[in-house]
């Protein structure tokens, strides 16, 4: 089993940059493949990017494409997720998600680990 909590999320005008982290807990981080998504108020959870145990896969979400990049160190634990270009739309409550598998994953179901997430505004 793996603990994540979020951090890094904030209220920032449009066009600015944020950078997320997720900070897993135990000593088997390197064996799970790692997602960001997110949720908008009266939306559904929705994929942003997800990168695989070793960071060789990568998947991005059309909408973040050019504009925000996962990464990870597997020496620390940690997961990030940095936001540039940010607009309006991508105002969400974002939540990083594990799953103990090589395989990289863009659907909510197939992640049975989660943080509390962490709130992003946007402003215009």
């Known amino acids: 089993q793996v603990h994540l909590v979020e951090s890094g999320g904030g209220l920032v005008q449009a066009g600015g940059s944020l950078r997320l982290s997720c900070a897993a807990s135990?000593?088997?981080?390197?064996?799970?493949?790692m997602g960001w998504f997110r949720q908008a108020p009266g939306k559904e959870r929705e994929f942003v990017a997800a990168?695989?145990?070793?960071?060789?896969?990568?998947a991005y979400a059309d909408s973040v494409k050019g504009r925000f990049t996962i990464s990870r160190d597997n020496a620390k634990n940690t997961v990030y997720l940095q936001m540039n270009s940010l607009k309006p739309e991508d105002t969400a409550v974002y939540y990083c998600a594990a799953r103990f598998s090589v395989l990289v994953q863009t659907t909510p179901h197939e992640y049975p680990y989660w943080g509390q997430g962490t709130q992003v505004t946007v402003s215009s």
């Open positions: 135990g000593r088997t981080f390197s064996t799970y493949a």
């Open positions: 990168i695989s145990r070793s960071g060789e896969n990568i």
